[in-house]
C-alpha cells in the first residue's frame, strides 16, 4: 500500500529467503490535540477505537492509503530501545532493538520468532522472514545506528562509529566498507548511490564499489538523514536544505527562519521540508521554491510520503495527512499516546513506537448513521443501513448493551444482516452497534439508542446551548422518542407569553432534534431573558407535556442570568 520514495529500488530478496530490512515500508513519525480532536478510550470488554477529525473542505479521504477511524489492535513492549520504526511486513511486524535484535510479531502482537540481538549490538543477521531461521550475520564496525536501508540483492547498514557496510543478502559476505569522520548522517540509498552527511560535507558513494563519487562542502551541518530521488540529492541542516544533483554540483539552497524538525522526503512533485511549529512546506525539485505552504498543530517528528498524500506525525500524538499536490488536510488523528518516536505506515496499517513500546492500528469501519427502533413481539427490533467499508469489507456487526453504566456485547451480526432484536422485560436499556473489519478491526460505536418499556414516549429531553446566544447558531432541542407521535413545541417567556407558534409534526422512533433560531412569531430577535421550551407529545389517547428552562444572552454574553435555571418534567397529570 505504501510504496518507497521516487529513485529507491524496490527490494529483491533473493534465494528465498527475505532480510527484514529488505521490506522496510515508507516511514513517517508524528503533536497537541486541538479542537474537535476526538480519542475514543476502551469501553468495557472492546478494545478502544481512534475517531478522526475530517477537512470537508478538501480532498476526500480516498487518495490516502489507511484513513480513519482506526482500532488498536495489540501494543507490546520490547526488551531494548529501537533502532527504527516498526517495520510491517505481509501479515508480521518486525521491530528491531538498538542491539540489532529482531522480533517478528504476528496478528494479535503474538510472537511468531524472534533473534536476541547481542550486548555489544554489532552484528546484523539475515533471517528466513517465514520461519525465523538464521542465514548469515554481518559483523558490524560499532553498535547499529538506525534501521538498515535496502537495496536490490543488498542492505546498508550503518554502525554509530560512522562505519558504513553494504551487504549481499544472498551470501551475508560484505560488498564494501567504509569509515566516515564523526558526525555522520543516517544513509540513503537507491541502489546505485549512497549518499550520507559527515561533518560539514555531502558525500556520495557508488554503491557497487564503494568508492567516493563526490564529496561536496555545505557550509553547514546536515543533521538528517537527506533525500534522494532520480534527479537529485537533498540536505536538510538546521535552518534549511540544500539541493544537489547527482554529480555533487549545487543546485539551489533554501533558508528557513524556523528550525527544521525532520528529515526531508521526496514526492512526485517536490521535496517535503518540516520545520518546529508545524509547518509544512513542499518545495519545487527544479528550483526550490514553495508549491505549498501548510501549518499543523505540533512538532513533526518524522514525515513520509504515502501514496499521493503525505503523512506527518507531531511529538504529542498526532498524525496528520495532506495532500501531495496542494497540501489540504485529508484526516488527522490523535493516538492519546504521547511522545511518539516512530511511526511506519504500510500494509494497509499504521504501527507506531512510543519510548519501547510498539502499538499497531488497523483501519475500522464507522458505525452506523443511525438506528431505528420497531417494537415486536418478544422485544424491539434494531435495524441500521449497511456501512462503507474501511481498509477492507466489514466482517460482522457487533450489537452492545448497556447495563448499570457499562457496556457489554449482546450479540453478532453477519455483514449481510442488519437486524438484531433486543428482548424486552426491563425498564430502560441502552443499545448501540459496531462494525468490524478485517483482522478484527472494530469502529466506534454508533450514537446509542434508548430503548424504554416504561410507557413514555419521550426520553432525555436536553436544551442546548444553555445560556443560548441567538448569534451563535440555533437552539438545540433534542430528545429520545419511543413511539411514533405527533410533536408540538413552543417557546414562552418568563411570564407565560407565548414568542412563537405552536409548531406540530409527526416523529417516528429514535433520535429527534428541533431547532429555535432565538426569533419571536413576528420574526423580531428574543431580547435577553429566561425563557421555556413547551413539548407535548401525543399517541393514540396517550398525551406527555415537558418543559425546560434557558436564558438568552446578547452577544457580548451579558445578561443577567440565574445559578439554577428552572426545569420542570412532567407526565400526563403527574409530576416527576
Known sequence: M??????????????????????????????????????????VGRRAALAGDWAMDCAGPSSAPVAPPFSIAWTYDADDDLAGPPVPCGNKVMVITKSAGIRALGPGGRTAWKRAGTKAGNEWPGIDGGTGALKWVAKLGGRLAGTPVPGPDSVLIA????????????????????????????????????????????????????REVFRTGLDCVPVFSPAIAADGCYFAHEYGMVALDRSGSVRWRVKSLLQVAVAPVTTDSGV?????????????????????????????????PAGTAVSIATREGRITVLAESNGARLWSVLTGVMPIDWIAMGEGRLCFASGRRV?????????????????????????????????????????????????SVAGECDPSTTTFVAPGGWDTQGYAVSAVGPGGSEGPLSRP???????????????????????????????????????????????????????KQPLTPGAARLEWDGRDRTGHGAEPGIYLVRLRAIRDKQEESYVRGFAVVDSSGTSWCPAVIPSLFSVGNRTE
Open 2 to 43: 505504501a510504496r518507497l520514495n521516487p529513485g529507491r529500488s524496490s527490494p529483491g530478496p533473493g534465494a528465498g529467503f527475505v532480510l527484514f530490512a529488505l521490506l522496510l515500508p515508507l516511514i513517517m513519525p508524528l503533536r497537541a490535540p486541538a479542537a474537535g480532536d476526538k480519542v475514543v478510550n476502551d469501553l
Open 159 to 210: 554502525a554509530e562509529s560512522g562505519e558504513v557496510i553494504l551487504v549481499d543478502t544472498r551470501t551475508g559476505r560484505p560488498r564494501w566498507r567504509r569509515k566516515l569522520d564523526l558526525p555522520v548522517t543516517l544513509p540513503a540509498y537507491d541502489g546505485s548511490l549512497v549518499l550520507l552527511g559527515s561533518g560539514q560535507d555531502a558525500v556520495a558513494l557508488d554503491a557497487a564499489s564503494g
Open 272 to 304: 517535503v521540508l518540516c520545520t518546529r511549529g508545524g509547518g509544512i512546506r513542499s518545495l519545487s525539485r527544479e528550483d526550490g521554491k514553495s508549491s505549498w505552504d501548510r501549518l499543523i498543530d505540533g512538532d513533526p517528528t518524522a514525515v513520509s
Open 359 to 407: 502499538t499497531a492500528i488497523l483501519p475500522a469501519p464507522e458505525p452506523p448513521e443511525s438506528i431505528d427502533r420497531r417494537l415486536v413481539t418478544g422485544g424491539t427490533r434494531l435495524e441500521w443501513a449497511p456501512v462503507e467499508p474501511n481498509g477492507g469489507p466489514v466482517t460482522e456487526y457487533r450489537v452492545w448493551r448497556q447495563d448499570n453504566g457499562s457496556w
Open 449 to 503: 439508542v434508548l430503548l424504554d418499556y416504561s410507557g413514555r414516549l419521550v426520553r432525555l429531553l436536553t436544551v442546548a446551548p444553555r445560556p443560548f446566544d441567538p448569534g451563535s447558531g440555533p437552539l438545540a432541542i433534542e430528545f429520545d422518542l419511543n413511539e411514533t407521535a405527533m410533536i408540538g413545541w413552543d417557546i414562552v417567556d418568563a411570564e407565560g407569553r407565548a414568542m412563537t407558534e405552536e409548531k
